[in-house]
Every structure is written in structure tokens, then in C-alpha cells.
């Protein structure tokens, strides 16, 4: 399966995507390896749980770069 990689444009809201209690400073890195997550919710509820607000996060950005929400 192809991994997602962050766009050039979404880079900079990188920061706004949800507190991932990560202590990695490079935040797209972040964000990255959480969208690309399909943990078992059953193996690791708070992981999962994450992962899918992530997901969503990533998801409404997109709709508002597509609708030309964004600057």
C-alpha cells in the first residue's frame, strides 16, 4: 500500500492537526505516520482513536483546499 506523504500546501497546518502527544519536533513526520495508521482499535484503543482524527483532520483539508477555502 502507497504511504501518504503531507502536500507542500498542508505543511503549515501541520501544528494545528490535533495535540499528538508525540515528542518528535517534526510534526509532518508526525501527522504522516498517524494518517498512514491502521491500528486495531481491539490491539491499542488510544492509538486507533488517534489515528482516525488524524485521518479526519487530514480529510477536511483537503475539502477545503479542493473548495479553495485556504490561503
Do not use: F
Not at 10 to 15: E, L, N, R, V
Not at 17 to 22: A, F, P, R, S, Y
Not at 25 to 35: G, I, S, T
Amino acid at each position: 500500500m502507497k504511504k501518504w506523504k503531507m502536500p507542500k500546501w498542508m505543511k503549515p497546518y501541520a501544528d494545528d492537526i490535533c495535540n499528538t502527544g508525540d515528542n518528535d519536533q517534526d510534526r509532518v513526520k508526525v501527522v504522516e505516520r498517524l494518517a498512514n495508521g491502521r491500528t486495531d482499535i481491539v490491539i491499542n484503543m488510544p492509538l486507533a482513536v488517534l489515528e482516525s482524527c488524524v485521518h479526519s483532520q487530514v480529510l477536511l483539508l483537503n475539502k477545503l483546499h479542493a473548495d479553495g477555502k485556504l490561503k
